[in-house]
């Protein structure tokens, strides 16, 4: 039995009881295209002193959150960091920046952040391994969103990709989350709304590029929008893992799920 699949065992018969090693750290790091410091949570695996380099995984918060959400919320991100042996990265989307370049606000560039200068950042100080073969993305509400929208503009960055309760359509939501001081009002500006949403963005993708899961509660006021993702990646031949389950727009649910994107991220850093 791999050493993997034993802990893997041990943690489904003991779970908690198991002591884990993880170091969870919170860092500055710099953003030169807003020209100021982003804090981020990392955590790193119990062996990672040993020398070898590790995968990462980037997480993102939703809407009104902020880099420490996932690690004050879901602490067992610690235990998985050592069950799969990955680097988790929780970064900072500034409450509201939906995760890409404002064309109206200059100061909103959390595309060119998360994407390019944080993976740098981190890729400059960690023992990475420096390839999109060993990087993924996921996040929740907003930061499902922004993990499909980097992913899918940065294929050459991220290998994998996930969205838990994601806004992968934002258009029916026009007066909600800041969105329109983001892109401006969705009356004046239609077409760039209809651009930066994620339903519209299919067609960036090559079939078999990105592995792809996406998570949603059947009661979700997002699980529409995702059930429409789905039918036009369906359209499109592009595979990908959907999960429908039980469950709203909390906690609760992504606490769950962050442990089936984070299985489905391990088996694509095997391949």
């Known amino acids: 039995m791999s050493r993997s699949l034993f802990v893997c065992c041990l943690f489904l018969l003991f779970g908690t009881q198991l002591t884990f090693a993880a170091k969870v750290d919170t860092v500055q790091t710099y953003s030169a295209s807003m020209k100021k410091n982003i804090k981020a949570v990392v955590v790193t695996p119990d062996k990672y002193s040993e020398g070898k380099s590790y995968p990462v995984v980037y997480i993102l918060h939703g809407a009104g959150g902020n880099y420490a959400n996932w690690i004050t919320r879901v602490p067992a991100l610690a235990e998985y960091a050592d069950l799969y042996q990955t680097i988790l990265v929780c970064a900072d989307g500034n409450v509201s920046s939906w995760y890409f370049d404002s064309p109206v606000d200059s100061a909103w560039k959390y595309e060119t952040y998360v994407a390019t200068e944080l993976v740098n950042w981190i ?7 420096k390839d999109r073969k060993g990087r993924a993305i996921t996040g929740l509400s907003m930061g499902g969103h922004g993990a499909l929208y980097l992913s899918f503009k940065h294929q050459d960055v991220f290998g994998a990709a996930g969205s838990m ?17 983001r892109l401006g009002s969705y009356s004046q500006f239609p077409q760039r709304w ?19 899961i996406i998570d949603c509660g059947k009661e979700d006021f997002f699980y529409t929008v995702n059930m429409k993702l789905h039918e036009e990646l369906q359209y499109n031949n592009i595979p990908h893992d959907f999960i429908i389950r039980p469950g709203t727009h909390n906690w609760e649910y992504w606490s769950n799920a962050i442990k089936y994107q984070l299985l489905y991220f391990s088996d694509f850093f095997r391949k």
């Not at 890729?123 to 391994?129: A, F, G, Q, V």
């Not at 309760?165 to 001081?181: K, L, R």
């Not at 209809?194 to 792809?212: C, D, G, Q, S, Y």
Request: net charge positive; proline share 5%.
């Open 194 to 212: 209809k651009e930066n949403t994620i339903v519209n963005m299919t067609h960036l993708l090559v079939p078999k590029r990105l592995a792809l």
């Open 165 to 181: 309760s994601g806004g992968v359509d934002f258009t029916p939501f026009a007066s909600n989350w800041n969105i329109a001081e």
């Open 123 to 129: 890729d400059s100080r960690y023992k990475t391994i």
